[in-house]
């Protein structure tokens, strides 16, 4: 991997996992395989929420975009890592570099509203039943996932104009198997990147928004179980709600440390373990966790499998 000069190149070079050519081989296998079945669990999702009448719920339609989500998530780091293992050369352009950031924070953010709907919709289907078809109208909720859509990019705008906006000074080797912000503000200079400092502080606060109304929504939600008297209803919400609870726990625990700890000049294994976890596993578990425990899309998917027609009772 050749290292020299490349301060004075307008790209990056992703160092990736190794510089073992072998290890490299075997890292792209391991990414091709695992983005292949997550591609093909998130379209099966989308396409049964799509086609089968008994999955147009609210709780359906906000799943189908978060797998579109999650699918758009992994396409813009995961191919790339592939092709800079193969290759064996980690070269991106400062174009891509900057698209690969843009596209990264869009989806990152409608993944952390569409969740924060999602606990929404469950609270209120279980704390408020008799009032469930006005507060989640469809048209609302076409609304809200629409301005979902629209918010991702103005964050993404706002993220890029500042991160692009410092100098680098270091070497533009970046620690990672993509463009990762914190991995880019190590190459600022000076204090060049307090901008950026402050962006990720308003989307953090943002977030903890979302955060703290995921929060209370299952507060109510776990105070509204425990006084059913019935088993039957604890295990029929527990089954819908705690796979929910797991998914959005598992995705901003993640990114939360990785993008709020302190810059350290080196890199460690942690960053590359963490970033690992928020941006392949989790899109990954999704599919995986919303079906197993979820008897409608079990039997939405056997009639895929085996060819049966999506016809409503």
């Known amino acids: 991997m050749i290292l020299t000069n490349i301060t004075r190149v307008s ?25 292949l079945l997550a591609l093909a669990g998130n379209f ?6 799509t086609l089968d009448p008994q999955l147009q719920s609210p709780m359906y339609f906000f799943l189908k975009h978060l797998s579109l989500l999650d699918l758009s998530s ?22 891509q ?36 078809g006005v507060i989640i109208a469809p048209r609302k909720c076409r609304w809200a996932v629409i301005a979902v859509w629209l918010s991702r ?28 912000v914190p991995q880019l503000l190590k190459l600022s200079c000076s204090n060049d990147y307090l901008g950026v400092v402050g962006v990720v502080v308003f989307i ?36 819908t709600c705690l796979p929910h609870l797991c998914v959005v726990s598992f995705f901003l625990f993640t990114a939360d440390i990785a993008y709020l700890k302190p810059t350290s000049g080196s890199s460690t294994a942690l960053d590359l373990m963490l970033s690992m976890f928020y941006t392949v596993v ?22 895929l499998l085996l060819g049966g027609e999506f016809i409503g009772k």
């Open 97 to 132: 570099c900057v698209l690969q950031v843009f596209f990264f924070i869009c989806f990152a953010w409608g993944e952390v509203a569409i969740l924060t709907l999602m606990s929404y919709d469950c609270y209120v289907a279980i704390c408020l039943p008799l009032h469930y």
């Open 153 to 180: 990019g103005i964050l993404g705008t706002l993220y890029i104009a500042t991160t692009f906006s410092i100098r680098f000074c270091r070497a533009k080797i970046i620690h990672q198997f993509f463009c990762d």
């Open 282 to 303: 989790s899109p990954i578990l999704n599919p995986v966790i919303y079906s197993l425990r979820n008897e409608t899309i079990k039997r939405a998917l056997r009639k």
């Open 74 to 95: 992994l396409s813009v780091t995961v191919p790339q890592s592939i092709h800079s293992s193969l290759t064996g050369s980690g070269y991106i352009s400062y174009a």
């Open 11 to 35: 790209g990056f070079l992703l160092l990736g996992f190794s510089d073992n050519q072998d290890l490299q081989i075997l890292h792209a296998l391991l990414f091709l395989l695992v983005y």
């Open 204 to 239: 953090s606060l943002v977030v903890f928004v979302c955060f703290f109304a995921i929060t209370l929504s299952y507060v109510k939600i776990f105070s509204t179980v425990f006084r059913m008297p019935s088993a039957k209803g604890w295990s029929k919400v527990f089954s």
């Open 44 to 49: 099966i999702i989308i396409t049964i929420t």
